[in-house]
C-alpha cells in the first residue's frame, strides 16, 4: 500500500485473488484489483466504500485500521460460506483472476457484498428488534477491546453504530473513545457512528477522549466531525482546514465574478429556502458526488491498458440507494450533469450555508 504502508507480494485481491490489488472498499476491509473495483462502485458507497491505495488522503490511523483488517483476514467474514469444503462441491466458488468480469466476477461481487450470500448469518430478521438491539449492545461491549474483527462481524450482522445503552447512556463511539481504541473509532465512524452525537452526561466522543488524555485520538475524532465540510473545501481549492489550530471551515473563492444569472439566483434562493433536514441530505449527496467525480478522476489516470479502459468506464453517475425515495435518487443522479463550474459553484453556496 501507498501513503505510508507498504504492499507485500501476498496482497491479493478478495474477489478473484489477483497480485497487486490497487484498491480497498474500505468499510470491509478489503483489497481489490482494477477489475473487480469497477464492480464494487457500481454497487454505491452504501454497499462498498471504494478508495484507491496510492491517490487521495489517508488519515495515519484509518491506514492502520485498513492494514489491520486486511492482515486479520477481515475477508473470511464476507467468505464464511466459501471456507466450507463442501462449497466446492456444491459449485459455490470465487471467480480466477482470468475469468470474465461479466457475469463471473460482477455476481460474485453483488453476492458477496449487497446480497451478503456468502457469511455466516444469524437467523434474524430486520424487523426482530431485540435480535438486533442484542447485537447493538454486544457491539457497545465489544470496542473497548481491539478486536476489530468481531466488531465488523457485528456491524457485518446489523449492529447499530448510533445504538444509544439504555443504562450506560452513551454509544458505542464514547465507549472506544474512552477507551483509546482508536482504530475501533474509525471503523464506528466509518459505518455511520456519529462524532457529534453525545451521552447522558452531554460529552462528545471528542470530549471523552480528551477526559481519558487521547488527546490525538480526540484531534483525529475532529476531523471526523469536519469530514465533510473538509471533503467539500478540498475539492474546490484544494486545501483542508487545519483544526488543531483552531480553523474548522474554508469557504472558497471562485475565480471570476459570483454567477448572478436569474437561473443562479433562483438556484440560490431554492437553497436557502431548504428545512434543515433537507439541506443535509443535499450535502451528504454532494459529498457522494465529489467522492464520484475524485475516484474517476484517478481511475481513468490510473488506467494504462487501451483496451482496459475501453472496457471499463467510470461510474456516469451516483448508483440508486434502495434506502433513498425515488426523488432523492434522481435528484442525486442529476448532480453528474452540472459541469465542473456549476458544481463547484453549488459547492461553495453549500459551504458558505453551513
Request: net charge neutral; with cysteine; proline share 5%.
Amino acid at each position: 500500500m501507498s501513503a505510508g504502508i507498504r504492499r507485500t507480494t501476498t496482497d491479493i485481491c478478495a474477489d478473484c485473488s489477483s497480485p497487486c490489488p490497487a484498491w480497498t472498499s474500505l468499510n470491509r476491509g478489503v483489497l481489490v484489483c482494477d477489475d473487480c473495483c469497477s464492480v464494487h462502485r457500481s454497487l454505491g458507497r452504501h454497499v462498498s466504500e471504494v478508495r484507491s491505495l496510492h491517490h487521495g488522503y489517508w488519515p495515519p490511523t484509518l491506514l492502520e485500521l485498513l492494514k489491520t483488517l486486511v492482515s486479520k483476514g477481515a475477508n473470511t467474514i464476507w467468505e464464511h460460506a466459501l471456507l466450507d469444503p463442501a462449497s466446492m462441491k456444491s459449485g459455490r466458488r470465487k471467480p480466477a483472476p482470468k475469468e470474465k468480469l461479466h457475469p463471473t466476477k460482477a455476481n460474485f461481487i453483488s453476492a458477496k457484498y449487497k446480497l451478503l450470500a456468502y457469511m455466516n448469518r444469524l437467523p434474524v430478521r430486520e424487523e426482530d428488534c431485540h435480535a438486533l438491539e442484542d447485537l447493538s449492545k454486544q457491539l457497545h461491549a465489544s470496542v473497548r477491546t481491539s478486536n476489530l474483527e468481531t466488531c465488523l462481524r457485528l456491524l457485518a450482522l446489523g449492529a447499530r453504530a448510533n445504538y444509544l445503552h439504555p443504562d450506560r447512556g452513551n454509544m458505542a463511539l464514547h465507549v472506544a473513545a474512552s477507551a483509546g481504541q482508536a482504530l475501533q473509532c474509525e471503523l464506528l465512524v466509518l459505518h455511520g457512528a456519529d462524532p457529534c452525537a453525545l451521552d447522558s452526561r452531554g460529552h462528545t466522543p471528542v470530549e471523552c477522549a480528551r477526559i481519558a488524555g487521547y488527546h490525538e485520538m480526540a484531534d483525529r475524532l475532529i476531523e471526523c466531525q469536519y469530514e465533510l465540510t473538509d471533503r467539500l473545501a478540498f475539492y474546490v481549492c484544494g486545501r483542508r482546514p487545519v483544526h488543531v489550530q483552531g480553523e474548522h471551515h474554508i469557504l472558497p473563492s471562485l475565480k471570476g465574478s459570483v454567477d448572478v444569472s436569474e437561473p443562479a439566483v433562483a438556484a440560490r434562493q431554492k437553497l436557502h429556502a431548504l428545512t434543515n433536514s433537507c439541506f443535509e441530505e443535499l450535502a451528504a449527496d454532494v459529498y457522494d458526488e465529489v467522492d464520484r467525480r475524485e475516484t474517476d478522476g484517478v481511475w481513468l489516470a490510473t488506467q494504462h491498458h487501451s483496451d482496459y479502459v475501453s472496457n471499463q468506464h467510470p461510474i456516469p453517475f451516483l448508483p440508486v440507494n434502495p434506502a433513498f425515495s425515488a426523488t432523492r435518487n434522481q435528484g442525486r443522479q442529476k448532480l453528474a450533469t452540472f459541469n465542473a463550474r456549476d458544481f463547484a459553484t453549488l459547492i461553495t453556496d453549500i459551504l458558505t450555508d453551513t
